[in-house]
T-cell receptor, first 115, second 110 residues
Framework: KAGVTQTPRYLIKTRGQQVTLSCSPI?????VSWYQQTPGQGLQFLFE???????NKGNFPGRFSGRQFSNSRSEMNVSTLELGDSALYLC??????????????FGSGTRLTVV | GQNIDQPTEMTATEGAIVQINCTYQ??????LFWYQQHAGEAPTFLSY????GLEEKGRFSSFLSRSKGYSYLLLKELQMKDSASYLC???????????FGKGTTLSVSS
């Protein structure tokens, strides 16, 4: 079965611009989470959606937002980009989002570079 | 606060056994995960522990002690392909987020 698909794979943006990243979860998975990965901070939780509702949000500024559609696909948006937003953005999906033996399945990520 | 600690780097030789430790202090706990991440690739699920004890899965085993806030990942019969970053993550109480450590980069040499 198809895995978690993230598009685009690579993106270069200029400071002050905004960006939208997309994530298609595994078919049947209703929970989608987003994480930011940087060399200094590792993986940090951004937000989690289940059935179009945001259930949890990490400690990121309001410039970071997301949404989930009825088909479980999710998008995240970053407005007024800063150099420090350069990172690998990872999306993860699971059936219900709660802890389980199956864990979360991650996509390959979108590498965002802000110049 | 939330804090998950694991060593930054470890080295080992092919065929050896290596143990990667993880200690955590989190405001809630709903299970502990280990993920493997090769450079430039997505993290892949290795193990999940929610009860104390050892879970064995082939060459990989994971142990959890909730009272000590401690886990380890044991890798046996190391192979070159095991060179990767190993990520320890705690699930929050609500089961809606993973809190990750910064990862341990394991280098396996021949």
């Amino acid at each position: 079965k198809a895995g978690v698909t993230q598009t685009p794979r690579y993106l270069i943006k200029t400071r002050g611009q905004q960006v939208t990243l997309s994530c298609s979860p595994i078919s049947g998975h209703r929970s989608v989470s987003w994480y930011q990965q940087t060399p200094g901070q590792g993986l940090q939780f951004l937000f989690e959606y289940f059935s179009e509702t945001q259930r949890n949000k990490g400690n990121f500024p309001g410039r970071f937002s997301g949404r989930q559609f009825s088909n479980s696909r999710s998008e995240m948006n970053v407005s007024t980009l800063e150099l420090g937003d350069s990172a690998l953005y990872l999306c993860a999906s699971s059936l219900s989002g709660t802890a389980s033996n199956y864990g979360y399945t991650f996509g390959s990520g979108t590498r965002l570079t802000v110049v | 606060g939330q804090n998950i600690d694991q060593p930054t780097e470890m080295t080992a030789t092919e065929g050896a056994i290596v143990q990667i430790n993880c200690t955590y202090q989190t405001s809630g706990f709903n299970g502990l995960f280990w993920y493997q991440q090769h450079a430039g690739e997505a993290p892949t699920f290795l193990s999940y522990n929610v009860l104390d004890g050892l879970e064995e899965k082939g060459r990989f085993s994971s142990f959890l002690s909730r009272s000590k806030g401690y886990s380890y990942l044991l890798l046996k019969e190391l192979q070159m392909k095991d060179s990767a970053s190993y990520l320890c993550a705690v699930m929050n109480q609500a089961g809606t987020a993973l809190i990750f450590g910064k990862g341990t980069t394991l280098s396996v040499s021949s």
